[in-house]
């Protein structure tokens, strides 16, 4: 049986890298997006997840995550989670309740704590850092504060054809205290049926859930589209609509992965994703739209990733 799992942004790839032998030795997509995604969130270079994560307007971080199982379509979520390096763990074991599976702010850490999970400072110096000097900009010049984000959404299909997909995220950098993206909510971060396929969303949650595009994407593979239609016809169709009702269409990008480990993306700005199948070992990828509509997709070049590793190493120092 075939495997494989697709991944947003080139921080998933040491995650992807790591679970994709796991995956090969049978491992369940549920270990495995787990896998990926708490390395993320671990990794304070990081910092649009998990610990590291940059903080909302009152220096505070808050995590959005989720997690889907798509044989059982048991979802858990969390938004507004302080404190607690793992929301995607804390998702994933949500996802096994009956009721009271989302969970916001104050109510979703204690009963992270209640699992069992540690409470711990998620600012590290460099965001706070950052925050601060994001903080006198903004001040001084009225720019917009919302750059710096990106959601690590994984799907992935294992060799007993079950399949998973989660998000994690600190949202937008400055947000509102209690802001919540689309990566926690389901159709709209992500969704994952194991009889058809999965998608996440990353880019700007006040639009990506006017939409509720990766649902749409899955619903468009049951349809029978190839992934790679799936997504790109959902970005286009839904900027279109978007245009016309509302004036203004924020960065969106799509990743997607069918049951059978074929893939596909669609993006309005510049986006990076990790791929990892069978016949396919862990591989970066660039993507861009062309003026005239074509999507454009290259494994990155070398020059391209030291530049990328000097960014994230810089950040330690
Ligand atoms: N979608 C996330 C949010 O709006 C941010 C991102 O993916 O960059 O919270």
Redesign the pocket.
Known sequence: MTYGMIA?WRMAYEGVLHQSEKLADGSSAGDVLEGVIKEVEEFANFI?VGYGGLPNEEGIVQL?AAYMDGTTLEIGAVAGLENIKNPISVARKLSKERFNSFRIAEGAKKCAVKMGFEQEDLLTEKSKEKWEEKKKEIEAKEISPYDG???I?TVVLDKAHHMAAGTS?S??FM?KEG?????PLPGS?FYVDSDIGGAT??????D?MKGILSYEVVRKMEEGLPPKDAAQRTLEEFEKKLKRKYGKVG?M?LICMDNKGEWGIATNVEFTFVVATESQKPTIYISHRTEDGQVIIEKTTEEWLKDYLGNVNNRTE
């Open positions: 947003t649009s959005d984000h990106d959601t959404g995220s949202g937008l947000k802001r919540v993206g689309d990566s971060g969303a990353t880019g700007l949650g006040e990506l960065a990008s």
